[in-house]
């Protein structure tokens, strides 16, 4: 595999296209009709440098990394688009013109308003210095690990990966989806309060002023106690607001600060290079140095939001003035990569001005690294001039429009309105209406819905009743869930079959779950005393990515079977097996939530998933590409409800199919007024139109459920079957 990045220009807008020489130049150029909805066939691609005509796979192995992209159908459109483009870079020119105008005007302005001594910062910043040298202590980071589950943490991370096919990440990629694991645990097993259960009856209370803190509270840096009276009883209830991650860990409760100040313990327990982010206008967060990403990454524990630096200024509409980073080993100014808007931020910052409060921070920079060798504080200046260097790099470059980012989320909805920091119900995450060209990893899918006509089949050859089947179905499912509890990387489990009854049937069936065991990368071995003993055969991770497919196929065929009237040969088919599903494709969509609503999602398998689109309640699409233009015919899809707001679900829709890779399309099925009765509903649809061969399908949905109370639309699965 050999990997590279091209940077390719269409109309006013440059789009990142990473090339894998695997995939072929035909990936490469559905990539660039995902992002610019170009299909293939109207394409053409020049080198910018070179201006010479991208065709094939050789091209692109000679050429530089800038291309530019025109469709057939522009072309003649094209010196009129570059008058246009050099007026637009004329207009860029006079913005930016005036942005550096405001810039000087302000820091002349922070000249006359700003004090002339430091002693507001010093009073802001210093207590927190202190703060984060907690942080490595080692007593503070045992008690921090034991609190972890890391065995889950390390597998939901593996399996993450997996999802995108990287089976063999590299340890960056493993320590940076662990972390991200480690911020989503942590977002989940934190609590928010807003005001304090009472502690007497559990009744709602009201804030009741502040009290003096007790020794017992001091001792862990409560400072400040909130009380509150309870509306029921009347019982008062404390509210120290801790400032020692120790007893954070203990009480896992509290707001922005307490939450900043557990979470960047954790982060520094597991090794990572981890700063304290205190926001001048009340917010905290933490950053994490990314060694895969080569840079500081954003990640907020209360919104469970990383690597979206832009989330305040743009989402939450904050009016940011000072973002001071503090670690171990420095203290930074790190407010010009949250801001695209640094002339009007300028015009906030009257606590100091810029060189003054440049060198203050120097000055605590120097006591921190005052014990440290002279080459550590020579690799950490370095780090300090790449990092000043990229803000100011990044501080004038374009926002990506096609994402979308949320108002705050943590916190009261009544007080965040009041901080006009409440954007909307219906975003809750970042969400992009540029889908990329994603590749669904889905094979052991197919093979686990494939490997249950055996086991059916044995059922119906040796005449086992309906309740016998189930019975021993269930049987194996017990057994999934004893490797499911198990540890991921030495998954074991056992079950005595006897002499009679369900386990003696299933030991008698064994060999017909074969295939199953195969497709879960597992493996069966019988000893002499009748104990049946299931184990890890291959890559534990490919057995934890296939588990929860397995589980909720298993409870389909299960509900299916007890459906059944008549259990004999004529079962062997819809809806009770579903086999030859299509694996294995590139899909695109309208747009996707991210990070866990990803279009890849509704091919996934299981039912903790979905994909979203946060802007198709009145229409969004989804293309299936066929891997390596194979040509199948569809005979029947499954759609799947989501797990929760009914309103999103489609309701009506058009199934097409393409014979040319996506430039004409047919159409194969068409559904209205359709309605999900429950949520994870299965509704299989068969295909009337007989004959017709494509590689690729569209599914364009038209409207969902209730698109008066949702901009949204959200589908748990997608499942594609041709004929055999």
């Known amino acids: 595999m050999v990997a590279r990045k091209f940077l390719v220009r269409h109309d006013d807008s440059d789009f990142d296209v990473e ?82 105008q405001a810039e000087e005007e302000a820091l002349m302005f922070q000249q006359f308003v700003s004090s002339k001594d430091n002693s507001q910062m010093e009073t802001r910043i210093r207590p927190y210095v202190d703060q984060v040298l907690m942080y490595e202590d080692p007593n503070r980071q045992d008690c921090a690990r034991q609190t972890v589950p890391v065995d889950r943490l390390e597998e939901k991370a593996l399996v993450t990966l997996a999802k995108e096919g990287n089976f063999k990440p590299t340890k960056n990629e493993q320590d940076h989806a662990f972390l991200l694991q480690l911020l989503f645990w942590f977002t989940q097993s934190f609590r928010w309060v807003d005001a304090p259960s009472c502690d007497g009856c559990g009744g709602e209370t009201t804030a009741s002023g502040m009290g003096v803190a007790l020794s017992s509270e001091t001792l862990y840096g409560a400072s400040r106690v909130e009380l509150y009276r309870c509306n029921v009883c009347s019982r008062i209830t404390r509210f120290p607001r801790y400032n020692d991650p120790l007893k954070l860990l203990e009480t896992r409760r509290g707001r922005c600060g307490e939450w900043a100040n557990c979470f960047t313990l954790y982060c520094r327990t597991f090794g990572y290079e981890s700063r304290l982010i205190i926001d001048y206008t009340d917010h905290v967060w933490t950053e994490c140095f990314s060694p895969l990403l080569g840079r500081w990454m954003h990640l907020d524990p209360c919104e469970g939001i990383y690597d979206r630096p832009l989330l ?224 890890l055969a291959a890559d534990p991770v490919k057995t934890a990515l296939a588990l929860p497919v397995v589980f909720h196929a298993l409870d389909d065929v299960i509900h299916n079977l007890s459906m059944c009237h008549n259990f004999n040969k004529d079962s062997l088919n819809w809806p009770l097996l579903k086999l030859n599903r299509i694996c294995s494709g590139l899909v695109i969509a309208s747009g996707e939530e991210l990070p866990f609503g990803i279009v890849t999602s509704a091919f996934d398998g299981t039912r903790m998933s979905k994909w979203e689109d946060p802007n198709g309640a009145r229409g969004c699409w989804i293309v299936y590409k066929v891997l390596g233009n194979k040509m199948h015919e569809l005979v029947a899809y499954e759609l799947m409800s989501a797990n929760d707001a009914p309103e999103r679900d489609p309701m009506d829709w058009v199934v097409e199919g393409s014979d040319d890779g996506g430039s004409n399309w047919r159409v194969l099925d068409k559904q209205t007024s359709q309605m999900f009765k429950t949520r994870y509903e299965r509704k299989t649809f068969k295909i009337r139109s007989v004959g017709f061969l494509a590689n690729a399908f569209r599914l364009r949905f038209l409207a969902v459920r209730d698109a008066l109370e949702t901009s949204r639309f959200q589908l748990g699965s997608i499942d594609l079957y041709a004929r055999s």
């Open 19 to 100: 090339y894998d020489t695997d995939d072929g130049f035909e990936v490469f150029q559905f990539q660039l009709f995902s992002l610019t909805s170009i299909p293939p066939e109207e394409q053409k691609i020049f080198g910018t440098e070179e201006d010479r005509l991208v065709s094939g796979d050789s091209d692109l192995a000679s050429i530089s990394d800038r291309l530019r992209l025109l469709s057939v159908n522009d072309e003649v459109k094209e010196e009129g688009k570059l008058v246009d483009q050099n007026a637009e870079l004329a207009k860029s020119d006079e913005e930016f013109a005036r942005m550096l």
């Open 312 to 535: 305040y200024e743009k989402g939450w509409k904050k009016n940011l003035t000072y973002v001071i980073a503090l670690a171990k080993d420095g203290v930074h100014d790190v407010t010009k990569r949250y801001t695209r808007k640094w002339h009007e931020v300028l015009h906030r910052r009257n606590l100091t001005t810029e060189a003054d409060l440049s060198t203050f921070l120097s000055n605590i920079r120097r006591e921190l690294r005052q014990n440290l060798t002279s080459q550590v504080i020579a690799a950490l200046e370095e780090r300090d001039r790449n990092e000043a260097e990229a803000l100011e790099r990044d501080l004038h470059s374009k926002d990506d429009s096609s994402i979308s980012l949320p108002g705050r989320q943590s916190g009261d909805k009544e007080w965040r309105i009041s901080r006009s920091e409440f954007g909307s119900d219906e975003i809750c995450s970042p969400s992009s209406s540029s889908c990329p060209v994603r590749k669904c990893i889905d094979e052991h899918v197919t093979k686990i819905y494939n490997a249950f006509y055996p086991v059916i089949a044995h059922f119906i050859e040796k005449a086992c009743s309906k309740s016998r089947a189930i019975e021993v179905l269930k049987i194996f499912r017990r057994i999934l869930i004893d490797l499911k509890q198990s540890p991921f990387r030495i998954r074991r489990a056992s079950v005595n079959t006897g002499s009679e009854g369900a386990q003696y049937v299933f030991h008698q069936m064994l060999p017909s779950f074969g295939q199953l065991l195969d497709a879960l990368f597992l493996k069966s071995e019988l000893d002499a005393n009748g104990r049946v003993d299931i184990y």
